[in-house]
């Protein structure tokens, strides 16, 4: 029977994305639970001092490499060097993501072009992330995925219609995938509604106030609390795969 909560000392966890908000908190979160982190930015100044400066924080044994979702072959190039450098893989965060605001109702403001960059980074590379890591995390005989999901996947209320649609992907991915890489492979979606960062741009204060007013817990989410449900996927959740885990506030309801 395992012992709760898990360890992660001796597991090495992938945070893809992990310059952005929700994956620096999750890096933090992991690293403090004994794993070791490696961290994923786009090859860009702003984005590799911000990994950069997050490797620093975490301390000795951690680390960051460029890698972009909508390039298979940098994941490629990125599983080369996790297996040369760090020998295993236990832990796949899917933290990478974007977004634009579109009002649902201005059809034309949804462009092709839009359209396809949406579901080409939210939905594809997350997929494609996974199908490049997936033989490491399978060798361990205890691997975990975890995607970062929207409830904006099953309300229908987010950034864009092509958003919630690349989100309601991810969470039939993960009930298939949960499916298709049993047992050695656990596979977990964390949902949250809206969290305070600046993921979507143009969205301020009296955006945040008023989806506060309307949670019934009375405020937005905070990146610590999607990286907590996601350390839990690790530490706790042993027995889960295939699931959804909503971390909203009770906005859904």
């Not at 832990?91 to 109702?105: E, M, S």
């Not at 490491?136 to 995607?147: P, Q």
Request: one cysteine or more; glycine letters at 10%.
């Amino acid at each position: 029977m395992s012992t709760y909560p898990r360890s992660l000392a001796g597991k090495v966890a992938l945070v893809v994305g992990g310059a952005g908000a929700i994956g620096a908190a999750t890096s933090r979160m992991l690293s403090a639970a004994g794993a070791t982190v490696i961290v994923t930015h786009l090859d860009t100044s702003r984005d590799r001092e911000a990994a950069e400066s997050l490797i620093k924080a975490l301390g000795d044994g951690h680390a960051a490499y460029p890698a972009d979702v909508a390039d298979t072959a940098s994941l490629i190039a990125l599983r080369e060097i996790v297996q040369a450098r760090h020998g295993r893989l236990d832990i796949l965060v899917n933290a990478a993501g974007f977004t634009k605001a579109v009002a649902h109702a201005d059809l034309d403001g949804l462009t092709d072009e839009l359209i396809d960059r949406m579901l080409q980074v939210n939905w594809r590379g997350q997929f494609a992330t996974i199908r490049t890591f997936a033989p490491m995390l399978k060798a361990t005989g205890d691997g975990l995925i975890v995607s970062i999901s929207s409830i904006a996947g099953f309300t229908g209320v987010g950034s864009s219609i092509a958003y919630c649609a690349a989100k309601a992907g991810i969470d039939v991915m993960t009930k298939a995938l949960a499916r298709a890489l049993a047992p050695e492979i656990r596979v977990l979606a964390v949902s949250p509604g809206v969290v305070d960062t600046a993921f979507v741009p143009g969205r301020g204060a009296d955006f945040n106030d008023k989806v506060s007013a309307s949670t019934p817990l009375k405020r937005i989410g905070e990146a610590d609390d999607i990286a907590a449900a996601i350390t839990a996927c690790a530490t706790m959740l042993g027995f889960s795969t295939g699931h959804i885990v909503q971390v909203d506030g009770g906005r859904a309801l």
